[in-house]
């Protein structure tokens, strides 16, 4: 049983009406009587978590026979993939076209080339059929035999010619696809390596003849590559205006193709996230309009809708959250983060590691803003032990720096000179610590090694005014707020 999570998995996540459509589908193949594999199904949605023994008790209690329950199992396991299949056949463009495809084949070993000729016409014009080159490259290879054995060698080399036309179009994607991905390793490398010498390599990226010549293409995917290549740019140059324009362009192409849309959600909810995080520090009026637009958006799902949904509650709390900490609205913070903490305990689908990192980051800062010290650090904890550097590397670092005031607020002394001295040795080769950061730590490791003798008011006094033209000289974004807003809590001896 120990190989057959995959079931468990698959069960857990099906909709109410993908359950109803596999019972009528299973119950198509008897005749009077009970299915035992829709008997089977309905146990195996009573049971809570994947282990053998709460299998094995379910199915006794239901006076199941365990005789040939691993054969049983993997029957019910083809039925559901089956189910699940046909319940999803036009669903989207890929599917549609591999339906297609599968048609096409049984045809032509029925000799029925001109009926494969036909369905390979009525493939072409499913809507973004430009979006998967590698589908088009295998309908063009069935036209090419079909047309051969039906029309003759002529028609079949003009086809041909197309398969070659296709592989130069597949070439240029995969180039668009590398500049793309490096972009992202170029911007997610900000903190790790020095801003010019990544600005430089950026630049160097965008002579790429590709990304010159092909001003717009015919996918739809293609244009919003080119539009986060340049969006990705200009958030490394810290031109966040530019950076928002290309957003906007990238989101632009998704409003006007609605099909790609439905069909691509977690990609427009990822564009729409970072324009909400370049929104957060602003205006509330702008923030709450483009917060409503992206929890408006499930309105029109259908594919992935309560994975989407999950994951629209989750990103959109967590902005929420960082606003009302910017503009120092906490009691509203409070419920936000009450929300949150509620949707981790009950949520169903896996969200990756690079958001959960910043969600339990933020819990902590919030805590602390509260003065609730000993909480912080339970989820700061479970960023430093559960998580990764590589899994996000800016944020993973902040939560060692937090790791670190959270210590010293419990006045854990020995704790922070051990722990700022491991955190300078850790990094130093790998992550640089911003010129707040490094202050913070030394006044911050002068009066844990003197805790008795040195007046921590005066030294954060002396900070303050050591770094006051810093707070008009770089661009206050969310961190630096929050880390003059500790400084200044510390002048004032203030809970907030």
């Given at each position: 049983?120990?190989?057959d999570?995959?079931?468990f998995?698959?069960?857990?996540?099906?909709?109410?009406?993908?359950k109803r459509?596999?019972?009528?589908?299973c119950?198509?193949?008897?005749?009077?009587?009970?299915n035992?594999?829709?008997l089977l199904?309905?146990i195996f949605?009573?049971?809570?978590s994947?282990?053998?023994k709460?299998?094995?008790?379910?199915?006794?209690?239901?006076n199941?026979s365990?005789k040939f329950?691993s054969?049983d199992?993997?029957y019910?396991?083809k039925m559901?993939?089956k189910?699940?299949?046909?319940?999803h056949?036009?669903?989207t463009?890929?599917?549609?076209?591999?339906q297609q495809?599968?048609?096409?084949?049984?045809l032509?070993?029925?000799?029925?080339y001109?009926e494969?000729?036909?369905?390979?016409n009525?493939a072409k014009?499913?809507?973004?059929?430009?979006?998967?080159?590698?589908l088009?490259l295998?309908?063009?290879?069935w036209?090419?035999?079909c047309?051969g054995y039906?029309l003759?060698?002529?028609?079949a080399?003009d086809v041909?010619?197309s398969i070659e036309n296709?592989?130069?179009?597949?070439?240029?994607e995969?180039?668009?696809?590398?500049i793309y991905?490096?972009?992202?390793?170029?911007k997610?490398?900000l903190?790790k390596?020095?801003?010019?010498k990544?600005?430089?390599?950026?630049?160097n990226?965008?002579?790429?003849?590709?990304l010159?010549k092909?001003?717009?293409?015919d996918?739809?995917r293609?244009n919003?590559y080119?539009?986060l290549?340049?969006?990705?740019y200009?958030?490394?140059?810290?031109?966040?205006?530019s950076?928002?324009?290309?957003?906007y362009?990238a989101l632009?192409?998704?409003?006007?193709?609605e099909d790609?849309?439905f069909e691509?959600?977690l990609?427009?909810?990822?564009?729409?996230?970072?324009v909400i995080?370049?929104k957060k520090t602003?205006?509330?009026d702008?923030?709450?309009s483009?917060l409503k637009?992206l929890?408006?958006?499930d309105?029109i799902?259908?594919?992935?809708k309560?994975v989407?949904?999950e994951?629209?509650?989750?990103?959109?709390?967590?902005?929420?959250l960082?606003?009302l900490l910017y503009?120092n609205?906490f009691?509203?913070?409070?419920?936000v983060?009450e929300n949150?903490l509620?949707a981790i305990?009950?949520?169903?689908y896996?969200?990756?590691?690079?958001?959960?990192?910043?969600?339990?980051y933020l819990?902590?800062?919030i805590?602390?803003?509260?003065?609730?010290?000993s909480n912080?650090?339970?989820?700061?904890?479970k960023?430093?032990?559960?998580?990764?550097?590589?899994?996000?590397?800016?944020v993973?670092?902040?939560?060692?720096?937090?790791?670190?005031?959270?210590?010293?607020?419990?006045?854990n002394y020995?704790?922070?000179?051990r722990?700022?001295?491991?955190v300078?040795?850790k990094y130093?080769a790998k992550y640089?610590?911003?010129?707040f950061?490094?202050?913070?730590?030394e006044?911050?490791y002068k009066?844990?090694e003197n805790?008795?003798?040195?007046k921590?008011?005066?030294?954060f006094?002396?900070l303050y005014y050591?770094?006051?033209k810093?707070?008009?000289q770089?661009?206050v974004?969310?961190?630096k707020?929050?880390?003059?807003?500790?400084i200044i809590t510390?002048?004032?001896?203030?809970k907030?």
């Open positions: 049983m120990k190989n999570k995959l079931l998995e698959v069960i857990k996540s099906m909709t109410m009406n993908e459509y596999f019972k009528v589908f119950n198509r193949h008897i005749i009077g009587g009970q035992k594999y829709v199904f309905n949605q009573k049971i809570k994947f282990n053998d709460s299998i094995v008790e379910t199915l006794t209690e239901h199941y365990l329950i054969s199992m993997n019910l396991k559901l993939l189910s699940l299949n046909e319940f056949s036009e669903k463009f890929d599917i549609k076209i591999k495809l599968i048609s096409i084949e049984i032509f070993y029925k000799g029925l001109q494969c000729l036909e369905l390979i009525k014009k499913i809507k973004l059929f430009n979006e998967s080159n590698y088009m295998e309908l063009l290879n036209e090419k035999k047309t039906s003759g060698l002529i028609k080399i041909n010619c296709c592989f130069n179009q597949i070439k240029s995969k180039e668009i696809t590398d991905y490096n972009s992202y390793l170029l997610n490398n903190g390596t020095n801003k010019e990544i600005i430089f390599e950026f630049e990226l965008l002579k790429n003849n590709v010159l092909n001003n717009h293409f996918s739809v293609l919003v080119c539009q290549i340049y969006s990705n200009y958030h490394v140059k810290k031109d966040y205006l950076e928002l324009n290309y957003l362009k632009s192409f998704f409003d006007f193709n790609y849309k691509n959600p990609d427009y909810i990822s564009i729409s996230i970072r995080d370049i602003g205006s509330s702008e923030f709450y483009e637009k929890r408006d958006f309105n799902l259908d594919l992935q309560e989407i949904q994951r629209i509650f989750l990103f959109t709390n967590q902005a929420e960082e606003h503009v609205q009691d509203d913070a409070a419920i983060l949150i509620q305990k009950t949520s169903k896996n969200i990756e590691p690079y958001y959960f990192i910043k969600i339990y819990i902590a800062s805590n602390c803003v509260f003065g609730n010290f912080g650090l339970k989820y700061i904890n960023v430093i032990n559960v998580f990764k550097f590589s899994d996000r590397p800016n993973f670092v902040r939560a060692e720096f937090l790791n670190i005031i959270i210590h010293y607020e419990l006045k020995d704790l922070v000179l722990a700022i001295g491991n300078k040795l130093k640089e610590f911003n010129y950061e490094i202050k913070i730590l006044t911050i009066i844990s805790a008795h003798i040195i921590e008011k005066t030294e006094q002396n050591s770094i006051k810093k707070f008009s770089d661009e974004d969310l961190l707020n929050n880390y003059i807003k500790y510390k002048t004032n001896n203030s907030r």
